[in-house]
């Protein structure tokens, strides 16, 4: 067998907190389609980030070797200066240029001092060719769609002479022609000799394409499986992908939903403008008194966008369908109106479009109620203060006073300022979006603690959520959201992580 | 000497809040030392205050459009052209001033609503919308005075309001009674408000300052309300432009500080996606923060041409760049959210101080304009370190 084209060995990095990576071994074989499949969070981009020179060598332990050549990357262009290109989800263009600019952007043919925009131009028709692309190079990028846009990042790092091409979930963004196109199109570069390790959450593209297939969970490598010894199918990775252990602990399910139904959507859909697609399709779904309705899937599936479209729409999506409330038909144009009618939305940022962190801790929670601490539009301190003391007390925030300012908290009590506003806003229906995320294990049992509390109190949640573990140890209930559409809904009773990963990956 | 110590803690973790204060004192501390006395004299801190007042309104308005982290270039000359209306609506169409002075603050508002409406319906930056204001109402300035040039105005009524003062009641001769009076009266208000809120914080366990801290504050702030009121009252008392001010900050002051609107204004301009999940509209508050500072404008340009007893074709240069150095310099931050109307108002106090006080030691244009840049560039470079500091 020929020395592998690629290997990493022992590959270690931590954050504070997190070892995000722990002795990760990873090799590819020359000339093959490499798929590196895992859960959100399993340490997938952060090892692709570490072989691109991201992460600069002595930021992480370990080795790695090209052709049996160790390396060490102390950026980005010493990795494409050996051979590796890396495309991220997020395209890297920049949209008002022409499609030649941007092929030859940071690699620009020059004559002497100047630019030879005719070899350029030449030589981008050259690798749009090559990517079976046939468009006039001078077209702008913004015009064209992403499907295009992500077959031009490919010409880009072919224009490099990539050896290895990384593609962090290629079809993530793309519709089903386009995706086949791409799939295709790495099938080609495989044929003239370019290595791909390709990220994907889709795992039926992974099964059709793929020759080695390697699985990371919780920073770690779980298997590689050789697609040609018959390998790889549905089961065998979504049971590797999912082995997590649950060694989280839940409060004891003690509430029982009623059939009261709170909240309909019917045929819900929405057309994103800015991306000039669909995000959401044909979604129906019911939330009862006292329920915890998990919704699982995986990131980009549409689930907080689902969200967002339900809570006044603040980011203007086209909508379409309809959405009932105690049976009665409603229409939300502001988040404003939809709090008023008894919702409340916990975003999965809370950094970025959650907390005000240059405020402090009573100005943060009495935000999105003010109304109630206020007679003739101001404000009364004094009852303001007085809320907050009983919300740091209820939710155990950990601050020495209500006047700190939000920013010198922790992870774990910003989240608990955030789920005090919402409360404060005394909502029939409290939609949490990823409420556990990036906080410690203490803090989350408290959390799960709340929301049991609530839902015995007659309040309804919707539970957004990538960790399974958390979907199966407190939902009454489970959507699972793929490419914007609803592709099952479970009971608690029927759910478990492999067929919750079977329809998220659908 | 622990008195001391306590001081030296106390300013050293509220240097922020204080920096400006200080500034201020400093310089014009520096000015009466080098004119001999003249700056300090009653004649000279009365003149200071009416000239600080156009742009002090301004100012005003200016913190609230920079705290929702936008920007209005268009009010110096939204300003110079609204003083041409007035002067117009006195002179051609010989209309009282109780009318003119509604119907020019309103159009004003209006002014303030384009400018909102080309930023938050249409999205053009503030920076854009604005800058084009600026060229459409220098334009409409000439327009206007094209027939005419200068235009006086002969209304009396009109022109006290930048150049009267407050009538008085005899009973001491020699100082203005009624000046006296109201400083006594705001010094009891100040110490009233200050103890009952102490009161109410320490019944809520919150950091106050220490007793001994908490009376220095309380004499400070007395003596200086007193010292300003006793030099106005030596001269010809409290004049109208600088009641028209008192009462503008009063106003902002209060609706920034406790109401919902001021909340929600800074919640905006500390994270507006955040304020916008939590039901504040984004819009509306453009809307209300520029149509605000339109009618500030207007207001701007009623001071200053009463103050000129003219419409000149050349009025409102430069306010607009005047007014935002002063929010600047009264800590008010780029990155939004964060800025005191007050601390505005002191900052146009230090940047007139400035002028007049160099014009005093008869110091070239030339170097003022780099005295103030510096200045300017200081007090920005001390706000951005001990911000960062205190993280």
Known sequence: MTPP????????????????????????????????????????????????????????????????????????????????????????????????????????????????????????SQMLRKVRLDINPATRVKDLGVGKQQLIEIAKALSREVKILILDEPTSALNEDDSQNLLNLLRDLKAQGVTCIMISHKLKEVIAIADAVTVLRDGRTICTLDAHKGEVSENVLI?????????????????????????????????????????????????????????????GSGRTELALSLFGNSRGYHLEGELYLHGQRRQFSHPHEAIRAGLAYLTEDRKGNGLILIQDVKQNISLANLEEISRNGIVDNNAEVKIANQYKMVLNIKTPSVEQKVMNLSGGNQQKVCLGRWLFARPEVLILDEPTRGIDVGAKYEIYTIMTQLVQQGMSIIMISSELPEILGMSDRIYVVSSGRIAGELSASEATQEKIMQLATD | MSLFRNAQKVLRENIREYGMYIALFVIMAIFTITTRGTFISSRNISNLLNQTGYIAVLAVGMTLVIVIRHIDLSVGFLAGFLGAVAAIALVFWKLPTWVVIPLVLGLGVLAGCITAFLVAQLKIPSFVASLAGWLIYRGAILLVTAGTGTIIIPDATYNAIGNGYIPDIQVIPGVHNLTLLLGVVAILLFIVNEISDRRKKLAYNFEVLSTDMFILKLLFMSGLIGAITWVLAGYNGLSWTVVVVLVVVAIYHFVTTQTVLGRHIYAIGGNPEAAELSGVSVKKLIYVVFGSMGMLSALSGILFSSRLQSATTTAGTLFELDAIAAAYVGGVSAAGGVGKVIGSIIGALVMTSLTSGMNLMGIDISLQYIVRGAVLAFAVIFDVTTRNRGK
């Open chain 1, 5 to 124: 084209i690629l290997e990493m060995k022992n590959i270690t990095k931590e954050f504070p907190g997190v070892k995000a990576l722990d002795n990760v071994s990873f090799s590819v074989q020359e000339g093959v389609i490499h798929c590196l499949v895992g859960e959100n969070g399993a340490g997938k981009s952060t090892l692709m980030k570490v072989l691109s020179g991201v992460y600069p060598y002595g930021e992480y332990s370990g080795e790695i070797l090209i052709r049996g050549v160790p390396q060490r990357f102390s950026g980005i262009r010493d990795s494409e200066k050996a051979g590796i290109g890396i495309i991220y989800q997020e395209l890297a263009l920049v949209p008002e240029m022409t499609v030649y600019e941007n092929i030859f952007l940071g690699n620009e043919i020059r004559r002497g001092m100047v630019m030879d925009w005719n070899e350029t131009i030449r030589r981008a």
């Open chain 1, 239 to 299: 049971k590797n992908m999912v082995g997590r252990e649950i060694n989280h602990i839940f409060p004891p399910k003690e509430h029982q939903p009623s059939d009261e139904v709170v909240l309909e959507v019917r045929n819900w859909g929405a057309y994103d403008p800015n991306l000039g697609r669909k995000i959401l399709k044909n979604i129906n779904l019911k939330l009862h008194k006292g329920e915890i309705l998990g919704i699982a899937g995986l990131m």
